[in-house]
């Protein structure tokens, strides 16, 4: 349950949210329609839950469609992910085939709506090709690419920028992502909800039964990662960074996680994990519903070092929240984490297990400096990558491309 916009005044000030007034009231009544393909599970769920609801909140006729694809489909369209984040795979003519039939009988469902927008937002890959399918839109076309396009495998590419290109604009995370596109490519970070059940503050007792509830031990540090169980996230190379720094100093681990129902491949990837834990009592791979948000901000809470050790990431929302919680977070040298951990002062980069447990054992040789860049971090957090923000680079994103200005990459 999302909070209205006057509740984010608190936090942030009366000027941030008098300014998204006035950006909402300019907008007020445009039909905004997003599409993504998962309810729950993951970051592009979590951000589309409460930008709907305050879209709303600042007068704008905004809501959420979710298409709806058989389980071979997600395999094709995780292998389409993963291919885009720049892996090697192989899409034979009939999963491309398949993409577009789902894509076709969810274009079914949602014509009408989406050709009556004024503003459509289509999130990753997985919706892609819905434009080409409303021949009769009416409204401006974005696709927003949540993910890691440094380095994209060429065919796989070439086949999702076939239908991308026709948008009338594209939305990415950072320039080092920006594609050769012929439309206006504008450069928006993500953000978290500070007054969401995710982050907002919790109460000590509340955090000594989550400790309690999961076995930890309140006398030894405790590193935590939260993600999805997908490769890229890289919770193998965790287990190793954990067990070089074992030798050493009595940690404990959490890697937290579930799955999203767009992601088939997470279960291989739980026994992946199990299989390097080897049954290590102190490390504690907690599966979790997809609405455990009051058990992962006590977690990243009672954690003392976050960890996001993705060999690829679009952005972390995951490393936005550990360092609002305070948290200097150990961040794989990849994609959006560099937006977010700036190295030594937020948290460090890191391109390895070694070099990740050669930071961990930094922080438990230096505890001020957890506290310190923890501190730092969540400043940082609370000038760059709260929802606020994020929310005044998409209302002025609609007034620039309702204007019909043009550009090529615009920094909003
Ligand atoms: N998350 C969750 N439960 C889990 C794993 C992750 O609620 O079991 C949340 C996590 O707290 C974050 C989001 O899902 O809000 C993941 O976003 P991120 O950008 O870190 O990664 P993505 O999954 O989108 O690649």
Request: with cysteine; hydrophobic share 40%.
């Amino acid at each position: 349950m999302s909070a209205p916009i006057a509740a984010y005044e608190g936090i942030l000030g009366s000027s941030v949210v008098t300014q998204l007034r006035r950006l909402g009231g300019k907008l007020r009544g445009i039909r905004v329609v997003h599409v993504n393909s998962t309810r729950e599970g993951g970051g592009v769920a979590e951000i589309l839950d409460w930008m709907t609801f305050l879209m709303r909140d600042l007068g704008l006729d905004a809501s959420w469609e979710v298409i709806h694809g058989t389980q071979r489909f997600f395999e094709i369209t995780k292998a389409i992910h993963n291919g885009l984040q720049g892996k090697s795979v192989t899409l034979s003519k009939k999963d491309w085939r398949i993409y577009q039939d789902v894509n076709e009988q969810n274009a079914e469902r949602l014509r009408a709506s989406l050709e009556a927008a004024d503003i459509v937002v289509i999130h990753d890959p997985q919706p892609a090709c819905l434009l080409k399918l409303c021949p009769n839109r009416k409204g401006k076309w974005i696709w927003r690419g949540h993910i890691d396009f440094s380095r994209p495998f060429g065919p796989v590419w070439k086949m999702i920028r076939s239908y991308v290109e026709k948008y009338d604009a594209s939305i990415f995370s950072m320039s080092e992502f920006a594609q050769p596109l012929p439309h206006p490519q504008f450069l928006i970070p993500p953000s978290i909800d500070p007054l969401s059940e995710k982050n907002r503050d919790i109460d000590p007792a509340e955090l000594e039964t989550v400790r309690a509830e999961y076995r930890l031990d309140p006398e030894r540090p405790l590193l935590v990662q939260v993600s999805r169980f997908d490769r890229f996230k890289d919770p193998v190379g965790v287990i190793r960074a954990y067990r070089m720094v074992r030798k050493v100093a009595p940690v404990q681990l959490v890697l937290a996680g579930g799955g999203a129902t767009d992601d088939p491949e997470g279960k291989a990837v739980v026994e992946e994990v199990m299989e390097e834990a080897d049954r290590d009592p102190d490390i504690h791979v907690l599966l979790l519903p997809p609405d455990a948000h009051k058990t992962i901000n006590a977690l990243q809470r009672l954690a003392d070092i976050v960890l996001q050790k993705s060999t690829r990431e679009g952005f972390g929302l995951t490393v936005t929240e550990g360092m609002w919680k305070g948290k200097p977070v150990i961040g794989g040298d990849v994609g959006g984490i560099r937006l977010q951990v700036v190295n030594h002062h937020t948290g460090f980069l890191v391109n390895t297990p070694e070099g990740a447990a050669h930071r961990i054992r930094y922080f438990l040789h230096h505890r001020n400096r957890i506290k310190e860049m923890g501190e730092v971090a969540r400043e940082f957090v609370r000038e760059n990558f709260l929802l606020t923000r994020h929310l005044r680079d998409y209302l002025t994103l609609f007034l620039t491309i309702r204007s019909g200005r043009n550009g090529r990459i615009l920094y909003v």
